[in-house]
């Protein structure tokens, strides 16, 4: 989020971060942990109502942002689910929403409004299982078979996959990545639910077993959707990043006033040299992956050249140093941090997931040196 | 007003936008300074023979001459003491339009930050006429007499007395740790003028002239060859008053915003600074520095060092857009200058990370080279690492000043608050 947000953009992250405060409490969010779908419809529908599925999509389309800038607006409602570990399937939706308004056909179009309004969930079959993990490995396969496609393989993890209606698959076909939407309900797609680190986003795993689809079903250029698929890639990082922020800022603030209160050996555990330090070291790290994100946001926007490698950059950063925080802010905690019934391990859980999907640190360094190099 | 800026149309009462400054500046800067492709890691000044390092100081004036009779030099100085009076925004966007240029960025620190923008805040008008232009104009170059060498980040502590002699000062003592020293101008010194009252009351700052008999200037050979630290050692020197910058005895209240002028321009996020930023720097190089460097060390293809060259160059662009956050927080009025610290601590982070990455990039080659190899000179500036972490404030002190003054922690506690400074306890005298 940006040091600075005009007047709209305040009002919309009060509006969002009110709503989540009544309807995403901690004791919420442990409830929901039981419910297969991690949300309720109605939640969605209203937070689609604040504008949480509208950003990514232009005016004509049904869209809207708030500040015309719409990644940076998202980082607003990224950075809150951040700070509340809100439920419901804010990546996925907004990619795909953004996928459709950018390459869909007039038909594809259709989608646009019942996801805006939060009536329909949609999920991005990107990721592969291993061997095939690496971050932008596509093997799944599109074989043109009597005007139509037929396709094979498996991804996984595929956020909200059990619960969206609609699918966007990235796929290979002989000329090169192409991508196609259809129902989750299509013959053959089958949805294997998987266990999640965090207690109420949703993952699973999906096969696609010769799954026939029209023609119509491609989206964008068959063969040469790798643009597209960079486009969606950063902005899952964008909101990624944002997200992890918003959970650490959270985190870091709840951890520096325990250790005002704490008292050990008769002082309290902000008096002792040691842990100031590590307080500070933290606030870099905050600081840093601030201002990765808002660089990260505006090129994403402006679709500058440089934008691969700062997504990258922002992830490699933000997802090991944040991480650290977290686990640090656990070890300030003492015990009391590694317990079920403090709340640190709800935003743990969070930055966990969103280190180890769309590409772990480690993958997006080998992708910096492959632009670089 | 310059001549570049009334073909641009522009009046003193409206400000230019900073998209017609940087396109301005990209004609200009095309038109009148030299590209370069040198190496983004350069070797810095101190290393040559001493006829090399006058000619690089000498090349320095002249092209900020240049810069100032382009309408360019100080872009965030007022314009009544020869700046362009412009924004921040102005200055980054310079920043990066001047990526690939030779610029002369010797003036930068500390002849810019800390000693023009101190003296910008609490000089006379009489000091800031007579020095600010002549600073930008490239005719004054000049050095902090800060540290001394009976402690380092204790500043405050100094030793070194101005005693009054009627309308002079005559000074005594040894300041360290200033970068040539030997070819600079003039000094900004932090002075102990009164023992008698607790360390941070009996401090002033004084201008003194580098080059006149009783300032003894000696130079320090480090660990990697490098001769540009310099000691100066002052024997009975006489400085007017008029050379007193602020109050008799107030000089700690300068010393914190020098400090903070100092860390600011340390973490990259000074207005003053004019140059390059990192990490457009490395962008307008050809090749990647890590890249060129594995390359060299025939390592390019091995995963490991590839996960290096993506880890360099990840922290440096987190440094540069740290920076960026802070001086337009700062500007903003939204984060307090305090925050400087967060960026002089990145930029130590970073850099140590960064001299290890290069180690690990070519392996045996730090140890035992052949000259011209291009691995040449990782092992001996590895042996300096530590210098990113020490010079302009430890990062113990950044530490220090985050967890205390930025996040309001407990301030550690210490003996030397009130009682009279001639009371506190000191180590043996140093040299």
Sequence with gaps: MEVTLDDDQEFFRQTTAKFLAAEASPATIRALAANPDGFEPAYWRQGAELGWTSLLVPGEHGGGSISGRGVVDLTIVADAFGRHIAPGPLIPTNVVAAAIARSGTDDQRQHLGPIIAGDTMAAWCFSEPAPHDGLGTVSVRATADGGGFVLSGVKSPVEAAGQADILLVTARTDDGLTQFLL??????????????????????????????????????????????????????????????????????????????????????????????????????????????????????????????????????????????????????????????????????????????????????????????? | MTDTKRESGVTDTEMESVESFAARSRAWLAENMPRTDGPAMNRGFGFGSDEEELAAVKRAREMQRTLFDGGFAGICFPREYGGQGLTTRHQQAFNVECAGYEMPSLFNVPTFVPCGAVLLEFGTEEQKTKHIPAMLRGEELWMQFLSEPSGGSDVAGALTTAVRDGEEWVVNGSKIWTTGAWWSDYGLCLLRTNWDVPKHRGLSVFIIKIQQPGVEVQRIEMINGSREFCQEFMTDVRVPDADRVGEIDDGWTIGRRWMFHERNAMGGGSPFVSGPATGHRVEAARVDPYVALARSAGRLEDPRARDLIGEARTLQRAATELSNRIADGMAAGAFPDTMAA?????????????????????????????????????????????????????????????????????????????????????GPPAR
Excluded at chain 1, 253 to 274: H, I, K, M, V
Excluded at chain 1, 314 to 319: E, P, R
Aim: with cysteine; glycine share 8%.
């Design chain 2, 342 to 426: 967060i960026a002089r601590l990145m930029s130590a982070v970073v850099g140590i990370r960064a001299a290890n990455i290069r180690l690990d990039l070519v392996g045996a080659a730090a140890a035992a080279w052949a000259d011209g190899d291009g691995v040449a000179g990782v092992g001996t500036n590895y042996l300096m690492r530590q210098q990113a972490a020490i010079g302009g404030g430890t990062t113990e002190m950044a530490r220090n000043n985050i967890s205390e003054r930025v996040l309001g922690m407990p301030r550690e506690r210490t003996l030397d608050k009130d009682v009279p400074f001639r009371e506190v306890p000191k």
């Design chain 1, 183 to 373: 129902p989750a309900a299509t013959d053959g797609v089958t949805v294997a639910p998987l266990r999640s680190i965090d207690l109420v986003r949703r993952y699973a795993r999906v096969e696609l077993d010769g799954v026939r689809v029209p023609a119509a079903a491609a989206i964008g250029v068959v063969g040469g959707a790798e643009a597209d698929v960079e486009r969606q890639l950063q902005l899952a990082v964008v909101m990624q990043a944002a997200e992890m922020v918003g959970a650490a800022e959270k985190t870091f603030a709840f951890t520096l006033e325990w250790a005002f209160d704490r008292y050990s050996f008769g002082r309290p555990l902000a008096s002792y040299q040691e842990l100031k330090h590590r307080f500070a070291d933290m606030k870099m790290w905050l600081e840093a992956s601030h201002g990765l994100t808002s660089a990260l946001a505006r090129e994403v926007q402006d679709e500058v050249p440089g934008a691969p490698e700062t997504a990258s950059a922002a992830k490699a950063y933000i997802g090991d140093h944040l991480a650290e925080l977290m686990q640090d802010c656990v070890q300030i905690h003492g015990g009391i941090g590694l317990t079920a019934d403090h709340d640190i391990h709800l935003y743990l859980r969070r930055v966990t997931a969103d280190r180890s999907t769309y590409g772990v640190p480690a993958d997006h360094r080998q992708r910096i040196a492959a632009l670089v190099s």
